[in-house]
């Protein structure tokens, strides 16, 4: 019966998940999945990683890692190009999207354009799903099935959008992750992934050795929104976070805590962050959120910018 429990369980996330963009704690581990408008603000040559394991007691659970590495040119134009895969259940997802981002001065606003093109894929794989004449009593799913399958996937082009201000320490941001709300059905009926909308607030108060941070996020995609509010604080190069993130849809309607931890250096940034899920509250085997990121800044931290100052503190 628990077999079956966790069964049911994973196959229910894995098609809401198909409905849903992965929310990461981090924003900085990824800015291309934030807000295509604020790729290469932190260092005009540097490499992102971010790795998010969720739920990781649970079999199939949901994996998520991307890289993302960015240029800027000495004209104000930048470029990156990002890699993200994410495997939940049965179902495997990847993107490859390239990135062109422009900056430019009025006076004291520092303003930032960024628009993503990509390509996406959707792929099940039916060899993590588990049949009843596989269950051996003794140890469990290892015998060989004798049913007949075969794998499939689509592809689909995605289009991001994004754009961001900064004034006297106060940063504002909007993005829209797939404009084109692409299809993603494996069958005739067609599934859209909807258009998934980011705004964010931030303000960043500098002292002599120590500076605070505060962020503001609202996500909607679909019938699902989420609202975070997050606190950081970076003295000299150790930075520490803690965040509260309220859920709005038709799945749950429910708040959780995040916090993380990391170091920040001229040319290396690694940062770790752990929040529970409002699922672990019901079942607290699950092992909650994970999410580790680290980044390369070949050319060190762009120091010369507010808004660079700011993204440098936030996790």
Known sequence: ???????????????????????????????????????????????QLNYRNQWPKLTGNSELVSVLANYNFSDDL??????????????STSNLKANVNYHKIFGNVETRYGISLGLGQQFYDLDRFRFEEQISPVTGFVNPTSELYEHSHIRYFILDMGVASYYKGFLLGAGTQQVNEP?????????????????????????????????ATIQHQSE??????????QYKCFKL?????????????????????????????IGYSHDTDPLDRDVPS?????????????????KETGMSKLLSVLM
């Open 1 to 47: 019966m628990t077999k079956l429990t966790v069964l049911s369980f994973l196959l229910s996330i894995s098609f809401y998940a198909l409905a849903q963009d992965p929310l990461l704690t981090q924003k900085t581990g990824n800015l291309n999945h934030f807000n295509p408008a604020l790729v290469g603000v932190q260092s005009d040559f540097g490499v």
């Open 286 to 302: 699950l092992g909650g959120n994970h999410q580790v990121t680290a980044a390369w800044y070949i050319k060190g931290l762009k």
């Open 78 to 91: 930048g470029v990156g190009l990002e890699l993200k895969s994410d495997v939940y259940g049965i179902w």
């Open 241 to 269: 976070g803690l965040g509260h993130h309220q859920n709005f849809g038709n799945f749950y309607n429910t708040d959780f805590m995040s916090a993380s931890a990391g170091i920040q250096f001229d040319k290396f940034s």
């Open 183 to 215: 299809n993603k059905s494996l069958s005739d009926t067609e599934t859209s992934l909807p258009i998934r909308w980011v705004g964010t607030l931030a303000y960043m108060k500098e002292f002599d050795q120590l500076n605070l941070a505060a962020m």
């Open 224 to 233: 699902f929104s989420i609202i975070e509010t997050q606190v950081f604080g």
